[in-house]
Structure formats: structure tokens, C-alpha cells
């Protein structure tokens, strides 16, 4: 996504924060706004470009959408501390904060489970049902793929021997996998769903199983970023359901509201 540049400023700022008494904020030009690769890239950029609208009105300075090809990438442009800005899955938020100078601002209200889906007029009831054959996901390190691998272990399974993976890009790519007939299930999220039901497609599919639940997606801001500029975004998000342009920003990214995330929610996930 042509980071080079982006990357070594963000790198020099990094270094200045271990000056004491720096000031930053005049020397702000544009914020990164990342957005880990949970859908299509077209189709993220039409989700989150209204959301780095809000922040540059808020904030008054320029917001720039970011997204990485895969999951791997996106992480690795976390571990180089690129975004300013992020929205991340639970999964990589305690090194992103623990290591990579991230701060929570807000997370989704509610929580998040992995589900498996099937087509509709397969035999498949249950998750032993699927032992020996094809399972679609998304990245290895996905949220909803490290669920629904604790469920495999703790139903028995061996999810390296006992089910053959197959990784898609995002959890469209997944689930039309399974409708071709390139596996037999697919596992993804009730968010993901809600793109089947708007293209009138959810009757294609079965949920067999649900996993358990965790604290749900977030967003961050780095350190590096102003106090009164953190403070102003956790309250841009949090006021969204609050108002008709914020509840049509949340109905765009296909987000719920958001609540204040504190750091120990996601202790479960360390």
C-alpha cells in the first residue's frame, strides 16, 4: 500500500517519544487510520472511509484509511507501530499494547464467537460430523480461527491432523468457498453473516456450532498520538450511536456501538 515513506516518519517519531518534553502536535500532518483485512479491500475502504472522515472533522487533521493484503501483514504493520489509528482484532491487542505502545480507546458492545457454517443441505450437525474434512478460515492468527481451535482441542480433536485447513483472505472468500463446494465448512463471525443476509444468500448456510465468547474487536491509539487527540477519537466513537451521523457511520461499517475498553477485558486472551 506504499508504507515506505509513512514508515520512516512513524519510526522517527517513535524515537522522539523517548525524549522528554517533545511536542508533537504541530508537527502532525496525517494520520494513518488502520483496518485489519476482516473483508475485501474495496469493500473496507467503502466501510471505513466515513469513520476517518469523523476522526479528521474531530481532530483537525487529516485521516488516511491503511489496510494490509492479509492478517499477517497487518500484524506485522502493527509490530512496526505504522498506524496512528487502528481498529485490531482482540487477538493481537495484548502485544499491540504490551510491546507496540498501543492504548485502547473503545470496543464493540457486544462480545465475539466463532461460528461454523455449513451449506444448508449438507448432513453435517455437529462439529465432530466435521472430523476429516475440509474447514475454510481465515488467517491462522484470525480471532475467530483461534476460537474455534480451542473448541476443536476441547472436544478432543487434533486440529493439525484430525480436520484439513484451508486459509482464504477474508471472511467473504470463506464462506463462498464453502458455497462452491471447496470445503466443507467455514468458519466466521455473526458480523460476517450480515453481509449474506443483505445480499439475500444466508439461507445458503447451517450453523452447526458456536464457540465460545470473547471480548470483541477494538480500537487503539498509538502513544505517540496527543492526549487531548486520544481523548477527543474514544469520544467520537462512543458518541456514534448517539446521534443519526454517527448511527449511519456504525450502519456503513456494519458496527454496533462501542464501549470504553480497558485494558484488563483482554486479559483472557494473554
Known sequence: MGHTVSNVSRRAIILLLLLPAVALS???????????????TSKLFEMYSPVAKDFEAKLGVPV?????????????????????????????????????????????SDQLSALLLVRKESDYQRLADIRGRIIASTAKTAAVSRLMESEVLAAGFDPQHDFVRVYKNNHFSCMQTVLIGGADACITSVRALDHYHKVKLIDKFRIIHESKKIPHVLYVVHKRVPQAHRDAIKQTILNWQNTPSGREILAQSQMIGFSEAHDSEYDVLR
Do not use: M, W
Open 64 to 108: 488516511s484509511v491503511r489496510t494490509r493484503s492479509s492478517y499477517y501483514e497487518f500484524e506485522e504493520a502493527i509490530i512496526s507501530q505504522v498506524y496512528d489509528i487502528a481498529l485490531i482484532q482482540p487477538y493481537n491487542y495484548p502485544d499491540a499494547h504490551d510491546k507496540y505502545n498501543y492504548l485502547p480507546v473503545a470496543r464493540r
Open 26 to 40: 504541530d508537527e502532525i500532518e496525517t494520520y494513518l487510520f488502520g483496518v485489519f483485512p476482516h473483508v475485501p
